[in-house]
């Protein structure tokens, strides 16, 4: 399994994660808050509490890569190749503290990844280990990902026939009621 399959099977990438606690300047808040009336906010658990990332609209919390690694894998650097037409980019993230690092969670060119991989070391961010993404993580995630959409189309069956059963009961009471 490669980035480029899981992409295919609906898993998404470049989210906007957003950290409350950074947001400081006035013009990052103005655009921050221009950006969330386009985008789905979901919100998802962390040690420290629950954070919030943007999306558009259609993505739904089980289709999110970030999230997959950030569970199973915790705190780190990762990335992982991606060739499309015979050029070599890489995926990218990071994940410190139990939160995804923003602006990470994209495609970078090799040069770009070579610039951060040298500059880590001096960085916040020097204690965290690098991991290459191979074919057997993202088999791990792409399984993890079945699990979890298998989940959530129960509980939206459950919840469906749950309304369904309510309108119908409704009805008939309705029914009934006018009857007598």
Not at 40 to 54: A, D, F, H, N, P
Not at 155 to 166: D, E, F, N, P, W
Not at 168 to 180: A, G, I, R, S
């Given at each position: 399994?490669?980035?480029?399959?899981?992409?295919?099977?609906?898993?998404?990438?470049?989210?906007?994660?957003?950290?409350s606690?950074?947001?400081?300047?006035?013009?990052?808040?103005?655009?921050?808050?221009?950006?969330?009336?386009?985008y789905?906010?979901?919100?998802?658990?962390?040690?420290?509490?629950?954070?919030?990332?943007?999306f558009?609209?259609?993505?739904?919390?089980?289709?999110?890569?970030?999230?997959?690694?950030?569970?199973?894998?915790?705190?780190?650097?990762?990335?992982?190749?991606?060739?499309?037409?015979g050029?070599?980019?890489?995926?990218?993230i990071?994940i410190k503290d139990?939160?995804?690092?923003?602006?990470?969670?994209?495609?970078?060119?090799?040069?770009?990844?070579?610039?951060?991989?040298?500059?880590?070391?001096?960085?916040?961010?020097?204690?965290?280990?690098?991991?290459?993404?191979?074919?057997?993580?993202?088999?791990?995630?792409?399984?993890?990902?079945?699990?979890?959409?298998?989940?959530?189309?129960v509980?939206?069956?459950?919840?469906?026939?749950?309304?369904?059963?309510?309108v119908?009961?409704?009805?008939?009471?309705?029914?009934?009621?006018?009857?007598?």
């Open positions: 399994m490669t980035l480029n399959e899981l992409l295919k099977n609906k898993l998404t990438i470049n989210g906007i994660w957003i950290d606690y950074k947001v400081d300047e006035h013009r990052h808040r103005f655009w921050l808050e221009s950006t969330k009336k386009r789905k906010k979901i919100r998802y658990q962390t040690q420290s509490g629950m954070k919030e990332v943007l558009p609209r259609h993505v739904k919390v089980h289709e999110i890569l970030a999230l997959y690694i950030k569970g199973l894998y915790g705190d780190g650097f990762f990335y992982a190749p991606v060739t499309e037409n050029i070599t980019n890489y995926y990218l990071c139990d939160c995804v690092i923003s602006p990470s969670d994209t495609i970078i060119t090799e040069s770009m990844l070579a610039y951060l991989l040298s500059e880590k070391e001096k960085s916040e961010y020097s204690s965290l280990n690098i991991t290459v993404i191979n074919n057997e993580i993202f088999n791990a995630i792409y399984e993890e990902y079945k699990n979890q959409g298998k989940k959530y189309r509980k939206s069956l459950k919840i469906y026939t749950a309304i369904s059963v309510s119908f009961l409704f009805t008939m009471f309705v029914f009934v009621f006018f009857l007598y």
